[in-house]
């Protein structure tokens, strides 16, 4: 292991996959594994499901790039789709969360910068947030942890208190451009905004001539049972992002904006060789397609009022180790006493995947497809996953 080709950033589990069908994962060794992560909620649809890997591999027959020299239909196929179930006029497609929010970035700069205001720079961003790893996105997200070492930090970003309205006022000087957060935290742990904050954060942005930025790129695409997180709260950004979901596997990100939000971005402004290509947006439209059904949302939140009824009796099991569940439809967390990383081991040893997050959270982020039975399944694996642990516990 220690001889590996790749580069080291992953402190990965000593497990890998061979295949996958629906909400489950079958090892190299044979193991089938319940799969409660998504691969970091990626795998909207869960893993090979039969529409996407149709509408793939027809596309992939036909055409798979071209750039953006060129109309591509399934863009604009894809943008359409998003802008008819949203409050966006106008879409930019990339490959990524990070590149997403670099998007949504430069644009709300660039708007300040068109609008009579070029000293608009700056961005408010919230500490347990996470936007992405690339070097502004870093510095959108603040941790110290992950910018150590890499040279200067980017400037223009703010980190306030979550949650802490006057922080917000107190931050904002003549040079803020934007205000961006995440309507639930999830690398953070799953740390729910309450709708009045991001009610006053619209009702500030608006009285400053602000942009109000929410990064969609976990909550997003069917996710918390909405379309959108920002559509439970009733509070419309100015732009959006959007990625993990969005191509249920399939790398695909987007920054979505009002025409008005978006009217610096010219031609030239920006640019991305891949994003946006006829194959991820294939996918992506399939995907969209999909989730966007009232019934399928309407799934999703019937099964995260069962995970999280079910999981809370367990929770209430085991005390000593874990202490609450939160979370918006399937976007669940468990907070922790005893170290998470124990809990995903004790979890995987019982053939159930989660992914460990900020605050000693475990999530509980299966596809959106999962059934009762499935979740019932789970939630008596996380039970004996725990009561293994409790047996190991010294004292
Ligand atoms: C995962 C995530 C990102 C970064 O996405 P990448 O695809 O890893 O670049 C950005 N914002 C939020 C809210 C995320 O959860």
Not at 5 to 26: H, I, K, M, N
Request: aromatic share 8%.
């Amino acid at each position: 292991m220690d001889r590996s080709p790749l580069y080291d950033t992953f402190a990965r589990a000593p497990v890998s996959f061979v295949r996958g069908e629906g909400c489950w994962l079958e090892t190299d060794d044979g193991r089938r594994m319940l799969d409660f992560s998504s691969g970091v909620a990626v795998n909207s649809l869960g893993h090979a499901h039969p529409k996407l890997a149709a509408v793939l591999s027809e596309q992939a027959g036909k055409l798979w790039h071209v750039s953006n020299l060129y109309r591509i239909p399934e863009q604009e196929r894809l943008a359409r789709l998003l802008c008819d179930a949203t409050f966006a006029e106008k879409v930019f497609f990339a490959n990524s969360g990070a590149e997403a929010v670099e998007c949504a970035i430069k644009t709300a700069r660039r708007y300040q910068f068109v609008s009579g205001h070029p000293e608009r720079t700056g961005i408010i961003t919230f500490a347990g947030a996470f936007h992405g790893r690339t070097l502004a996105t870093l510095a959108a997200t603040g941790n110290p942890k992950y910018l150590e070492g890499f040279g200067p930090t980017p400037e223009g970003f703010d980190q306030v208190p979550l949650g802490d309205l006057k922080a917000v006022e107190a931050a904002i000087t003549a040079e803020t451009a934007a205000i961006m957060i995440e309507p639930i935290q999830g690398e953070g742990g799953i740390r729910l905004v309450s709708g009045r904050f991001l009610r006053d954060l619209r009702e500030l942005a608006d009285r400053l001539g602000l942009l109000l930025v929410f990064d969609e790129v976990q909550t997003g695409i069917g996710r918390t049972g909405k379309l959108f997180a920002y559509e439970w709260s009733g509070v419309t950004p100015d732009i959006m992002t959007s990625a993990k979901g969005i191509g249920s596997g399939f790398p695909l990100g987007a920054c979505l904006a009002t025409a008005e939000a978006a009217k610096g971005m010219t031609p030239g402004t920006h640019g991305s060789t891949f994003g946006g290509n006829p194959l991820a947006c294939a996918v992506g439209a399939a995907v969209v397609e999909i989730v966007k059904a009232p019934e399928f949302l309407e799934h999703v939140r019937s099964m995260g009022l069962y995970l999280k009824q079910q999981l809370a009796a367990v929770v209430d099991d085991h005390p000593d180790l874990v202490a609450e569940v939160r979370g918006e439809g399937l976007h669940i967390g468990v907070r922790c006493i005893v170290p998470v990383g124990d809990v995903a081991a004790a979890m995987r040893y019982q053939d159930l995947l989660g992914v460990a997050a900020g605050e000693n959270v475990i999530r509980l982020i299966p596809p959106l497809i999962v059934t009762r039975a499935e979740i019932d399944e789970a939630v008596g694996r996380f039970d004996r996953a725990l009561a293994a642990l409790s047996t190991a516990k010294p004292g």
